[in-house]
């Protein structure tokens, strides 16, 4: 099984992984002994839609005597074309995700061994060296910024209910999974179809599952009431928040159909940042949407700068046919488009290593994900995160077993990367 994209696309992988075995079927990690192998494609950008080809190419010529399963936004959004790609046996839009295992059971002839669904089996994600399970909760979105297909290829909102979330959290953890990573399209709406909040969500999960950690992905800033923050007085609900900004300049914000401006961002930041220590803001920043000059340039690099960000996701405009922003005029040149890259890139370099200097010193619960060699340290080290969501190296005692630990560590410098703190295990 191979998946592309955002955490949901992998939220929906690992469910469908417990599905096909729950059918008696035997998961793979070699291509070449697969009978069946399932693509979970993108198609939030051009680039996406290319390695989403890609993905299925390489799998039809490394086995082309496996069925293959083609699905996800690509598939949705261009379900003929997906159909006549080289080898594909069955495209199956995103509107029938839901019954993807159901459907490809009865369309395909799979071999299945039904004492394996009887049998206890390690976690799909442990197997795979995974520590953190990302858990669909809604799909879909009401809103159309114009520069997103993703509303076009995922559909109306629909919110799975609570007490299913809780059940699946409940599971994976007994399974020996530590960290839960909510998900959705736009989850700041969850609920909104059935009647309730995605704080309530929270809430409930942090009453009803013992978990100990659980993370939010992306939410659009305008979804966070006041009493979303009251979550965080748990320390099992992580300090960190994905918030998209995308452009710090209110003109192209209005041209992008963003409901929040720089100002209205700003103040959601500071007050984050007051109301919970260390608290850790990513967020993403599309570069060269059409109409973007170098004014509004100025004014969102000066702004993204101002604020101060823990990482950037930094994407340069791809149209999209089917959105809004496709026909705009105003196209940014490519190479006006790759000088702003860099140099955003350079700031979000700088603004990762002041984030990384500020933690310096502290003492933080890390959940170890799995090892690798560090030539920082002259040998293998653990790797993991803190709750804000800093990766953390800390150095391997000889015959010492960290994977999916949870360990205090106490955080004393930099990597030669720029990127990762190091640190000793207390």
């Given amino acids: 099984m191979k998946t592309l994209g955002c955490r949901l696309n992998e939220a929906e992988l690992e469910t469908w992984s417990r599905e096909f075995q729950e059918h008696g079927h035997q998961l793979t990690q070699v291509l070449e002994q697969a009978d069946m192998v399932v693509v979970n494609s993108c198609a939030v950008t051009a680039e996406a839609v290319r390695k989403s080809r890609k993905a299925m190419h390489r799998a039809h010529n490394r086995n082309p005597e496996a069925k293959l399963v083609v699905t996800g936004c690509y598939a949705s959004l261009d379900p003929t074309s997906a159909a006549h790609d080289m080898g594909v046996d069955l495209v199956i839009g995103n509107q029938d995700k839901e019954r993807l295992v159901e459907i490809v059971s009865r369309e395909l002839e799979l071999k299945s061994m039904p ?109 966070l009431p006041e009493e979303f923050w009251n979550l965080f007085d748990n320390p099992r609900f992580m300090p960190h928040l994905h918030l998209p900004l995308q452009s710090g300049s209110d003109s192209i914000l209005r041209r992008m159909a963003r409901r929040c401006k720089r100002d209205e961002y700003a103040q959601l930041v500071a007050n984050a940042r007051a109301r919970v220590p260390n608290f850790n803001i990513t967020t993403d920043i599309i570069v060269g949407f059409p109409g973007e000059g170098e004014q509004e340039w100025q004014e969102s690099i000066e702004f993204i700068r101002q604020t101060g960000f823990g990482h950037l996701h930094i994407f340069t405009f791809s149209p999209r046919t089917g959105t809004m922003a496709a026909e705009m005029p105003g196209r940014v040149d490519r190479d006006t488009m790759r000088r702003r890259s860099q140099e955003l890139h350079e700031l979000g370099m700088q603004m990762k290593r002041d984030t990384l200097q500020q933690n310096l010193g502290h003492s933080y619960e ?51 990367d720029g990127t990762t703190l190091s640190g000793k295990i207390l």
């Fill in 366 to 416: 890390v959940l170890i994900e799995g090892k690798e060699e560090c030539s920082d340290h002259g040998g293998p080290v653990g790797v993991g995160y803190t709750p804000n969501f800093l990766r953390v190296k800390v150095p391997y005692a000889a015959g010492e077993v960290l994977d999916n630990r949870i360990v205090t560590v106490r955080l004393d410098a930099i990597g030669n």
């Fill in 115 to 223: 004492q394996l669904a009887t049998e206890p089996g390690v976690n799909s994600l442990l197997a795979r060296g995974r520590q953190r399970a990302f858990v669909k909760v809604q799909d879909g979105c009401r809103y159309n910024c114009t520069f997103c297909i993703v509303t076009v290829a995922r559909g109306e909102e629909r919110s799975r209910p609570i007490t299913e979330v809780v059940d699946e959290i409940n599971q994976l953890h007994d399974e020996g999974i530590q960290e839960a990573v909510l998900t959705g399209v736009h989850i700041g709406g969850y609920g909104n179809d059935l009647g309730s909040t995605l704080t309530e969500l929270i809430q409930t999960l942090l009453e009803q599952t013992s978990i100990p950690r659980l993370r939010i992905g992306a939410i659009e800033p305008w979804d």
